[in-house]
């Protein structure tokens, strides 16, 4: 079974989350909105497949990263997260969270 097919996003605590967003946007040229950047890409063993990526900073006094004390967050893509998660749990594995999926 393939794991981790991907990043699904990445996230990070900011003092001013606004403010990164248009740096990012002035400087590096991402294409920004209030959320961050959303990166389209193709698969490269189904090309007719597209993912997305976002970019998101967070205010620095968020908890949504919780339970995690961490300033950043990488969620990945998988390509079974059900059976995954059942995996992991064999493994001895905590997961800390319910399954969320999205179109």
Request: charged share 25%; proline share 5%; no cysteine.
């Amino acid at each position: 079974m393939k794991r981790v097919t991907g990043i699904g996003g990445v996230f990070f605590k900011s003092s001013d989350p606004q403010q990164s967003i248009d740096w990012y946007k002035k400087h590096l040229g991402l294409d920004t909105d209030q959320y961050g950047a959303t990166f389209a890409w193709r698969d490269k063993d189904k090309p007719d497949n597209i993912g997305y990526t976002q970019w998101s900073p967070f205010k620095a006094d968020s908890d949504y990263f919780a339970p995690s004390q961490k300033p950043f967050m990488i969620n990945f893509t998988v390509e079974n997260i059900e059976a995954l998660v059942e995996q992991l749990k064999a493994e001895g594995v905590t997961v800390v969270d319910d399954i969320a999926t999205y179109d």
